[in-house]
């Protein structure tokens, strides 16, 4: 498209009428390894993207994963100087990060700050009901995940 500017057209993952710059990252290259913080190792993803300006160190809690962006012109050296640099900022992160919790039948989680039991029962209906501080949910047990996440998203958008 010819009005568009160059770096506009670049494969997007947000889709192909998004704003301008939205999802358009291009990554050049992914390298996995590990970082050992003493007592807990910590995956990390050293990413380098052409469009990236500086060092940036993200502690990404959901994936439980270290990533570092760079760009193309610093070594692999000069960034794990950089690592290295910041291992205090990064075990503070790793100590901030919540422990996952499965969801799955009997297990307790959270919501709206009372523990909540996930309750499933064969014969109840397949949508969650949330009762006092149950969740009950019936159906599949192998969908019950999927019912509370849904419901949990749903409520907390309404």
């Known amino acids: 498209m ?7 057209r670049t494969a997007s993952r947000a889709g192909p009428h998004a704003p301008a710059g939205v999802g358009t990252e291009t990554v050049m290259s992914i390298e996995r390894r590990t970082l050992d913080l003493g007592d807990l ?19 990404l809690a959901t994936t439980g994963t270290l990533r570092l962006s760079m760009p193309r012109r610093v070594s692999l ?7 290295d640099q910041r291992r205090d ?15 799955a039948p009997g297990t307790r989680i959270p919501v709206n700050g009372v523990e909540t039991l996930i309750d499933w029962l064969p014969d109840a209906p397949r949508r969650v ?18 019912r509370v996440v849904r419901h949990l998203r749903a409520a907390a958008l309404a």
Do not use: Y
């Open 129 to 146: 009901i949330h009762d006092g501080d149950r969740l009950v949910v019936g159906g599949p047990r192998a969908r019950v995940a999927a």
């Open 77 to 83: 050296t000069e960034a794990l100087a950089f690592i």
């Open 41 to 59: 190792t910590v995956p990390l993803e050293i990413r380098r993207l052409p469009q990236a300006r500086r060092l940036t160190l993200t502690a």
């Open 2 to 8: 010819w009005w568009m500017k160059r770096h506009d």
């Open 89 to 103: 900022w990064i075990a503070a992160a790793v100590d901030r990060w919540q422990p996952l919790l499965p969801i």
